[in-house]
């Protein structure tokens, strides 16, 4: 049985320009003794997806709905000081993504790993002491260290003190927030082999939020590739790593710099989408290379995209020229042009389409091109969220679906 | 990069001490902390308690300048009080006294008592003395009108030997003193400055009589109504026409004496004296106009103001910190009700209150505390702390320690409280010296404590006597100085603590 089983989880957050789409219905399981990688480029929801199982919700939550069960029993029904009591730290605890500030700059190590047993177990001072030494010791700190402030330790010290604090109700599950982003490569060594040692030591699940994918497959059993509040896939560090389905996780995989190898790395054009209004469809088809029809392309962002398009190939031979674009709806686009009839400019327009979609993936979305008496209106594919199709291995990708219908995996 | 502020109160305190500022204010701090500690053992607090009152005061000469202030007097031996201590104590008046009875020869004897009181004293000073007064304490028996009251006579006598009778007196009881045996009657002739009516009123006219007889003055002159009689100028000058002013008079220097007689007509009666010739410095502070020895009210005054305003800014400061913190870390309505009740402390206009409530109720020291307490309970240091709280309670460490699972309260007061500390004990610091410049504002306006002499009610009095139109120059300077040396001490506390807290302004 999983030992912590979340099921479409929602979390969202209200800003003034609306609700940030930060974990949008996200479904994931971790084995006991197992560690599944979040993996993801920054303010895809990874964090967010870490505070929404410990329920740190800011004051400004819009919605934050589904089921988290741990340890066969639904966490998402407990009351706020229940859920503390229960699961805060005993049963779920957590490594803070800059754990080098997570520490209180008043509070000596050693009385800061105690703190947890003080608020939980109401352990006198000493015997909290004690066992805080014991902790700090596990984690390979000398007992000196307990006394000191935590200005007066190094980076990798601090980080010892924060596992050790998170480990110290021995918990069932621990989140690992970047647990080693602002440490220098060899400490990150150590940190990781400390906290495989502390796996397999103490039976723990870990829940390892990276966007470092060779940590993530160093230390994961499982990875979950997220993007933009979403899962795009999920499934077994062997196969995921190895031979991706989804086309993100692909270009995430090539943008790796590699240290003996003769290969550039790649980047991925564009930015993340806003999370505010995030894309319909799939949310990645707007940087993604392999886009096509079903990917859920809109009149709008069409419009946008082929007025770039126009900006940068203005007057080339070939390019259809009109000189207005316009969204109607969200399948519809309309041209009008000065100088050509539309019909003219229909037929350009379909030869335009023809040779350029596979340099230009949104292309692939025009459906039909039809020329009325004063304008060209063109058509678009209706497009749907993809969903996560797969058993062990799941991926949320239309091209997936395809190829499974075909047996093969896109490369 | 900016050095960093020093985490913890220990440490903040100890850095703050060790700037050049801190020290200085540090050993300031400590002179006033030795004075509050050793005053009360050296000046219990029974003498704050006879302030109020005269008789713990009356052997003080009035409005008398430090002693040390002769030093600018170019020269001038400036007289001090001499004390004509009575028979029985070393040094003391010499006592005569021998009783007879007479036979008139009808078989009625009559007692008489014989008393004698003599006094000598050197008077070596430049200047005459302030004031003079003669205490007689006598004894006799006065039953209806069956005996006669003794017959006093007071002489002085002077180096010159132009001697002259002071006053002659009868004491006499009032009706409720009758009856009474032995009776006692105490006298004080003031011999300068004798009041209409009194029995040392005839002191007056006995100088013009004699300045008459020694040819100075005439006897229109003397009896002139505008002729002004200055007893301790007379008494001590040299014997011409100067002496009639003051300001030419020349002091006579030598061995004076004060000669009580007594004839008493029963062998009962029995009298004792003593004098008191008052100088024009005293101590090292000087009196006020009500002959309090400065230097008392001085000294008290560092306890006072010490314990009045560490213990209002550290009240005041530390539950406008406390709130402050729960309305930055609680939010929402506590913010909102803490936030609007601080706006509302801040425009109320606390003096005019104090003073309406001082006007009615004249209360002590102690009830001023609680009510500046009460008015203050919010207000500006709420509005820092919060914003401070704002900052910290954004910090990793708070988000870590929620997710540990620790309660509000607890991240409150192991958190976040600990973090604003050092701040507030710069606070502190600096609203010391505003509580006790507003306790010596009220005591200023005559309504703070109308029973300890703090320094703000020294100049208050000073300032309603014209000490500054007369040039009583030590009645207003040395409250002041205790004042600013106070103020002073905590501004330079809360200097470099500011300079430690606040790191954009520490010296490279």
Redesign the interface.
């Known amino acids: 049985m999983a030992v912590l089983d979340i099921r479409n989880l929602i979390y969202w957050y209200r800003t003034r320009r609306g609700a940030v789409h930060a974990v949008d219905n996200i479904s994931f399981k971790l084995e006991q003794g197992e560690t599944i990688a979040v993996v993801g480029e920054s303010g895809c929801g990874k964090t967010s997806t870490a505070n929404a199982i410990?329920r740190?919700l800011p004051?400004n939550v819009e919605r934050y709905e589904g089921e988290i069960w741990f340890d066969g029993q639904d966490i998402m029904a407990l009351g706020n000081e229940d859920f503390?009591?229960q699961v805060?730290?005993?049963g779920i605890?957590?490594v803070?993504?800059?754990a080098l500030?997570?520490?209180?700059?008043?509070?000596r190590a050693g009385a800061q790993v105690a703190?947890?047993l003080i608020?939980?177990y109401d352990v006198d001072r000493d015997e909290a002491m004690e066992q805080a030494i014991a902790a700090m010791k596990r984690v390979g700190l000398p007992q000196d260290i307990a006394r000191r402030?935590p200005?007066e330790l190094s980076g990798g010290m601090k980080q010892r003190v924060?596992i050790a604090?998170a480990l110290i109700l021995k918990p069932k599950v621990v989140i690992l927030d970047e647990p080693t982003s602002a440490l220098d490569v060899m400490t990150q060594t150590n940190i990781i082999n400390l906290l495989k040692e502390m796996k397999a030591a103490e039976g723990l699940s870990y829940i390892f939020i990276t966007h470092d994918l060779g940590l993530a497959s160093d230390l994961a059993d499982h990875v979950a590739i997220m993007y933009a509040g979403e899962i795009d896939e999920i499934g077994p560090a062997d196969h995921v790593f190895v031979h991706p389905k989804h086309p993100y996780t692909g270009r995430l995989l090539a943008s790796v710099p590699r240290l003996r190898s003769e290969d550039a790395p790649e980047f991925i054009p564009g930015a993340p989408p806003d999370l505010t209004r995030p894309p319909p469809g799939c949310r990645f088809h707007l940087r993604c290379p392999v886009a096509f029809e079903k990917c859920g392309w809109v009149a709008e962002e069409f419009v946008d995209r082929l007025r770039l398009l126009q900006a940068t190939t203005q007057g080339k031979e070939g390019f259809p020229r009109f000189s207005e674009v316009e969204a109607r709806g969200t399948q519809m686009v309309v041209l009008r042009a000065d100088s050509d009839s539309p019909e003219t400019l229909a037929a350009s327009f379909s030869e335009f389409v023809k040779s350029g979609r596979e340099t230009n993936p949104f292309l692939k979305s025009v459906r039909s091109v039809d020329a009325k008496t004063k304008a060209v209106a063109v058509t678009l594919h209706e497009g749907a969220p993809p969903p996560l199709i797969g058993e062990e291995w799941r991926a949320a990708c239309w091209l997936v679906q395809e190829a499974t219908a075909h047996d093969t995996i896109p490369a | 990069m900016a050095a960093p502020v020093p985490i913890g109160l220990k440490a903040a305190l100890l850095d703050a001490v060790r700037t050049k500022s801190g020290m200085v204010g540090t050993g300031m701090l400590g002179f006033l902390i030795l004075l509050a500690i050793l005053v009360p053992v050296f000046a219990p607090y029974d003498v704050i308690k006879a302030w109020g009152g005269t008789d713990a005061w009356q052997d003080n000469p009035k409005l008398a300048a430090p002693e040390w202030s002769e030093v600018f007097s170019g020269g001038k031996h400036l007289p001090r009080t001499i004390f004509l201590t009575p028979a029985g104590t070393p040094g003391g008046f010499l006592k005569f006294r021998t009783t007879e009875n007479v036979s008139d020869g009808k078989g009625n004897w009559n007692n008489f008592t014989f008393l004698g009181l003599k006094k000598t004293f050197g008077f070596q000073a430049d200047d005459f003395p302030s004031e003079m007064t003669v205490y007689l304490n006598t004894m006799f028996t006065q039953a209806g009108n069956l005996s006669k009251p003794p017959a006093i006579s007071v002489i002085f006598q002077r180096p010159d030997n132009k001697n002259l009778t002071l006053l002659d007196d009868t004491p006499r009881l009032s009706t409720t003193d009758i009856n009474r045996f032995p009776n006692t009657k105490s006298n004080a002739y003031a011999v300068s400055q004798p009041i209409k009516d009194t029995p040392s009123y005839k002191i007056l006219d006995n100088l013009r009589e004699w300045l008459i007889a020694n040819n100075v003055t005439t006897r229109a002159e003397a009896y002139d109504p505008q002729f002004y009689v200055q007893p301790e100028v007379l008494l001590f000058a040299q014997l011409d026409r100067s002496m009639l002013s003051k300001s030419t008079a020349h002091v006579l220097k030598g061995d004076y004496s004060l000669r009580i007689e007594l004839v008493g007509f029963e062998n009962t009666d029995d009298a004792n004296a003593r004098g008191i010739v008052f100088g024009t410095v005293f101590g090292l502070a000087g009196t006020d106009d009500a002959r309090h020895d400065l230097l008392v009210g001085l000294l008290w005054g560092a306890p006072v103001a010490l314990a009045f305003g560490t213990a209002g800014a550290l009240v005041v400061v530390l539950i406008q910190m406390i709130l402050g913190a729960i309305s930055g870390w609680y939010g929402g309505a506590v913010d909102e009700l803490v936030q609007r009740a601080a706006d509302f402390y801040l425009i109320i206009p606390t003096l005019p209150i104090l003073i309406l409530i001082s006007l009615l109720y004249r209360p002590s020291i102690v009830a001023i505390l609680f009510i500046l307490v009460a008015f203050g309970i919010v207000g500006s240091t709420t509005k820092v702390v919060r914003s401070i709280v704002l900052q910290v309670k954004e910090e990793q460490f708070i988000e870590a320690a929620r997710s540990y699972g620790a309660k509000k309260t607890r991240i409150l007061f192991r958190y976040i409280l600990p973090r604003v500390m050092p701040y507030t004990f710069a606070l502190i610091a600096l609203t010391v010296p505003a509580f006790i410049f507003l306790e010596a504002s009220l005591s200023f306006l005559g309504l703070g404590d109308p029973v300890l002499p703090t320094w703000g009610h020294t100049l208050g009095l000073a300032y309603n006597n014209g000490a500054l139109f007369y040039g009583f120059w030590w009645w207003i300077v040395f409250p002041v100085v205790g004042i600013i040396f106070a103020t002073i001490a905590f501004a330079l506390l809360g200097y470099a603590f500011d300079k430690v807290l606040n790191p954009r302004l520490r010296e490279q």
């Open positions: 410990l740190l004051k503390r009591k805060r730290w005993k605890s957590m803070l993504q800059g500030n997570a520490l209180n700059p008043t509070v703190e947890p608020v939980h402030y200005h924060v604090m």
